[in-house]
């Protein structure tokens, strides 16, 4: 989209209302070098974007470190009326991980649709993720899809696993390993991942009617009008619920009972308790009731004991009416003849899979071993002696249907008391692998999770045998060429020390069927496409099964010191080592407290209150914290125990990417008066900390993007982007959202408040000087940067309350204004500028600028114009330490590609941005800080 720009005066611009959509324009802070990057990306277009959001007042607005996010751009300001306006996770902090083109992302019916094509797609059916805390593969609708453009010189990161799997994707797409979530960036060769050993089938589109009214004339007209309030009939090749109803019939063919009773024709399927569970679910999908009943019965033979047996009685006559349709036999199925019935013969193979799943999942054999060779699988069938033909008939179209998957059969007759039974075998090893694989069971958990371990061990075993054949054929060649003799070609077998299959499952197996399978080769490859792709599910495991490998932000703080640079200057190494042992940091760092999840309420609901209450800081700290460091209103319960067992174990760490802990000298102050103020003075140590929410936060965003998009179309909410995914504020899932919010900024409140505990203890430790009576370290100020707040603001001449969102953007009120601290209300608020690892920091005070223009809002720092992946292209990590280190700045962090990402030719000029927001009077100039020493993550 070309985004036309009109230009107000040097730093300010316009994006008119081109879009007949747009409610207001767009208002732009940026000099001619500035705006050059945001024409480069989609900034301008996600600000015409927000600027179609209902209950938007003024502008749209982009600050000059504004940069392309998720929906509203990095750098975002806008306010919404709170009664008429909306709340959006997009305006307030969220980033996507995003995988390749051509990924496959496993549904829950087995087959793959291509991730890219999912847009398109995926309303038609769930897809499988993994349940962490049921420990089994379960199904999640889809709640958006979301793509991104590859940015300039972006990398991305494949990996190869030993069975031949494959992912590829964003160096931060997070996949599941037995220690947890990895960034795919931090995989290394020889480390394990979960995969699920399912390969499942290729989607196949068909068009046509497969059940229609025709089929129920005669029937009672209640039927027809059930099943057609239901979504099944007319019953269509393209529905979505074909797949379940061919899973219930394959079970119904296998365990179900279909008959009449006092003139009422009944449904009931029988087998263990825990299968039939899993069968009332998809019922439950369709929108089918049914009851289970668990019999117990003593018995005595020889000793005694109970025997279960559990019975799933379906309600409803009209879906017992409609599996007949379908060729469900009525009465005892012994006692019938019948055939497979002809749609499923005529089925694309994914609705053929569904059906075997369903029907090996009643009536097949679980895989069982002996030492590393499978033995059959078999399904027995029994009838009256007249019906031979018939059963034979019936195991001939299963064998038809499992050729078409590759999967040899035999069908014998076994010897049984009374009528004749007949079993279908599948034999060999390549077919029993192929079933397993592609078809597999549905329903019983145990058959399906030994079934996928199996799965993975015979892919195993199949590579290690292809390994050892091609080192025979090598050695054949070499024999032939020397003249050599040799004793001719041998099938290879497998080594002896290779493990049984129960050795492989007890070691490699996790419940579900998913395995932990070793990666073999990790390598950085420019994509040969475009766009990256990510999507997002309901289910609170938030994760998708894409190749079959399990894949799934922020505030600054400053701390005044009464040392100087010459005091510092000698232990600046000693002094950042000793943050750097102190202060957590690093991906997936996890903090120095062991807070369990289930003890997180009180944080979320006191923020930086709770840290000073448990020894971690000062009581006058909280008066220089925005909002005291605790948002009033946040709900524990609001957020999710996901999003609470993610963030317990980070309380008390720094994280990684552009968070830091930053030793500074003020090295210009500008407005004398202010500064003084602040406790600020030329020549003086601080200590920036800029930290955040860590993966609580995230995960809150991540679970209420799901809500809204479940919600979005009941209040009929423009949606100009997906990403741009939002309710009203005042709605039930609006105000919830503000309050997991508000417990998330609690949350970051408070891991700043124990960081700058152990910042003054980093230093007591070097300087051997009390922290509060010799160092005077008080904190100056501390501001949120991606933060949601109610705020009062002016608007045409008249008062009005809006919710603000402010998205990589820093509040700046004007002197006194109420929210001020009253030490800082006579000079107004504080505003904290981060630069880039060896450039500037900034002090800036609020103004009245900014209450008039951007609602008491202004920049939050220097802004990207290298992706963490481009820079790493063009910057050596221990090059650019060595060469901040010849300018007199220390660094230590947990990896040179940290370093490399990190580099101040990454980001844009801070100078640029912090005279941007001066010159329009957004804030105004107080002091610069320069770095002498930085700890990174």
């Given at each position: 989209m070309t985004v036309p720009l009109k230009r107000i005066d040097k730093i300010r611009w316009e994006i008119p209302k081109f879009d007949k959509r747009m409610r207001v324009p767009g208002r732009v802070y940026a000099d001619d070098v500035l705006l050059e990057k945001m024409k480069s990306d989609r900034t301008l277009e996600q600000a015409a974007n927000v600027a179609m959001l209902p209950g938007i007042y003024k502008y749209s607005i982009v600050m000059p470190d504004g940069h392309q996010g998720y929906g509203f751009p990095i750098g975002g300001v806008a306010a919404f009326d709170v009664k008429e306006g909306v709340i959006s996770p997009g305006g307030i902090g969220y980033d996507i991980n995003c995988l390749a083109p051509g990924s496959r992302v496993l549904t829950e019916h087995g087959y793959w649709i291509k991730i890219e094509e999912l847009p398109e797609k995926f309303k038609l059916q769930g897809v499988k993720v993994y349940n962490l805390d049921e420990g089994h593969n379960d199904a999640s609708k889809i709640a958006f899809v979301a793509e991104r453009e590859v940015e300039e010189n972006e990398m991305a990161v494949r990996i190869v696993t030993e069975s031949g799997k494959v992912i590829e994707g964003s160096e931060d797409h997070p996949v599941l390993t037995p220690q947890g979530y990895v960034y795919l960036g931090n995989i290394k060769e020889g480390d394990l991942v979960i995969v699920y050993p399912f390969e499942g089938v290729e989607y196949e589109e068909r068009q046509g009617v497969i059940l229609d009214e025709k089929a129920f004339e005669g029937e009672d007209p209640q039927v027809l009008k059930f099943l057609s309030e239901k979504n099944l009939i007319p019953l269509r090749w393209d529905d979505p619920k074909i797949g379940t109803i061919a899973r219930i019939l394959g079970f119904a063919f296998g365990n179900g009972h279909l008959d009449e009773m006092a003139g009422r024709l009944t449904l009931a399927f029988y087998g263990k308790e825990e299968t039939l569970k899993e069968l009332k679910k998809d019922l439950e999908k369709l929108g089918i009731s049914a009851s289970l009943y668990v019999h117990e019965q003593d018995y005595s033979i020889g000793y005694e004991g109970k025997s279960v047996s559990a019975e799933l009685r379906v309600t409803s006559r009209s879906f017992a009416l409609l599996l007949e349709k379908l060729g469900m036999p009525r009465g005892k199925k012994t006692e019938k003849a019948y055939c497979v019935p002809k749609w499923i013969m005529e089925a694309p193979l994914w609705v053929k899979r569904n059906f075997l799943a369903g029907l090996f999942a009643a009536d097949g054999s679980i895989v069982e071993f002996k030492g590393n060779t499978p033995l059959p699988i078999n399904l027995t069938h029994s009838k009256d002696e007249e019906l031979s033909e018939s059963l034979i008939e019936f195991f001939g179209d299963v064998a038809k249907l499992l050729a078409e998957f590759g999967i040899k059969t035999t069908i014998y007759e076994v010897k049984s008391g009374k009528g004749v039974t007949y079993r279908l075998s599948i034999v060999g090893e390549e077919s029993i692998k192929t079933f397993v694989e592609r078809i597999n069971y549905e329903y019983d958990l145990e058959k399906k999770a030994k079934g996928l371990i199996a799965?993975?061990?015979?892919?195993?075993?199949?590579?290690?045998?292809?390994?050892?054949?091609?080192?025979?054929?090598?050695?054949?060649?070499?024999?032939?060429?020397?003249?050599?003799?040799?004793?001719?070609?041998?099938?290879?077998?497998?080594?002896?020390?290779?493990?049984?299959?129960?050795?492989?499952?007890?070691?490699?197996?996790?419940?579900?069927?998913?395995?932990?399978?070793?990666?073999?080769?990790?390598?950085?490859?420019?994509?040969?496409?475009?766009?990256?792709?990510?999507?997002?599910?309901?289910?609170?495991?938030?994760?998708?099964?894409?190749?079959?490998?399990?894949?799934?932000?922020?505030?600054?703080?400053?701390?005044?010191?009464?040392?100087?640079?010459?005091?510092?200057r000698p232990k600046i190494k000693q002094l950042v080592d000793t943050l750097f042992k102190n202060v957590p940091s690093g991906v997936g760092s996890e903090g120095r407290i062991k807070l369990r999840w289930t003890q997180i309420d009180d944080v979320l609901v006191d923020g930086a209150k709770w840290a000073v209450d448990n020894g971690y800081g000062w009581e006058r700290d909280l008066e220089r914290l925005e909002e005291g460091g605790r948002m009033e209103g946040a709900d524990p319960d609001a957020v999710s125990q996901r999003a609470k067992q993610r963030g317990a174990p980070q309380l008390g760490s720094l994280g990684s990417g552009n968070h830091f802990l930053e030793v500074q000298v003020v090295d210009k102050v500008y407005d004398e008066e202010i500064a003084k103020a602040y406790g600020l003075f030329e020549g003086q140590v601080v200590v920036m900390v800029h930290t955040g929410s860590r993966g609580l936060g995230h995960q809150v965003a991540s679970d209420y993007l799901r809500i809204m998009e479940r919600a979005i179309r009941k209040y009929r909410i423009p949606w100009p982007d997906r990403e741009l995914v939002s309710v009203p504020f005042e709605s039930e899932e609006g105000q919830k959202y503000f309050s997991a919010m508000k417990a998330a900024a609690n949350f970051a409140w408070a891991n700043r408040q124990m960081i700058t505990h152990w910042v003054r203890e980093s230093f007591q430790e070097v300087f051997r000087q009390d922290p509060e009576g010799d160092l005077g370290m008080d904190i100056v100020y501390d501001v949120a940067h991606n933060i949601g707040k109610v705020e009062e603001h002016e608007v045409n001449g008249k008062k009005v309350k809006v919710i603000v969102h402010r998205k990589g953007a820093t509040r700046a009120?004007?002197?006194?204004?109420?929210?001020?601290?009253?030490?800082?209300?006579?000079?107004?608020?504080?505003?904290?500028?981060?630069?880039?690892?060896?450039?500037?920091?900034?002090?800036?005070?609020?103004?009245?600028?900014?209450?008039?223009?951007?609602?008491?809002?202004?920049?939050?720092?220097?802004?990207?114009?290298?992706?963490?992946?481009?820079?790493?292209?063009?910057?050596?990590?221990?090059?650019?330490?060595?060469?901040?280190?010849?300018?007199?700045?220390?660094?230590?962090?947990a990896s040179m590609r940290v370093v490399a990402e990190e580099a101040p030719g990454a980001y844009k000029n801070v100078d640029n941005v912090v005279k941007v927001v001066s010159e329009a009077g957004i804030a105004k100039l107080v002091a610069r800080m320069r770095p002498i020493g930085v700890a990174k993550g």
């Open positions: 799965a993975a061990y015979l892919k195993l075993k199949e590579r290690v045998r292809d390994e050892h054949r091609k080192a025979i054929e090598k050695a054949i060649e070499v024999y032939e060429r020397t003249g050599s003799i040799h004793d001719g070609y041998r099938e290879p077998r497998v080594p002896k020390d290779f493990p049984t299959f129960e050795e492989f499952a007890r070691e490699r197996g996790y419940e579900g069927g998913f395995v932990a399978e070793r990666v073999v080769k990790v390598e950085r490859v420019r994509p040969s496409y475009t766009k990256f792709y990510d999507i997002g599910v309901y289910h609170e495991a938030h994760n998708f099964i894409a190749n079959g490998i399990v894949v799934h932000n922020c505030g600054v703080r400053l701390i005044r010191t009464n040392l100087t640079e010459k005091e510092v009120f004007p002197p006194g204004h109420e929210a001020v601290p009253k030490i800082y209300r006579d000079v107004g608020q504080p505003v904290l500028i981060p630069g880039s690892m060896g450039t500037a920091s900034y002090v800036l005070a609020g103004t009245e600028g900014a209450m008039r223009e951007t609602f008491g809002s202004t920049c939050h720092g220097a802004g990207r114009v290298l992706s963490r992946k481009a820079a790493t292209r063009q910057y050596r990590g221990d090059r650019i330490r060595q060469e901040l280190l010849n300018r007199g700045i220390y660094v230590r962090a």
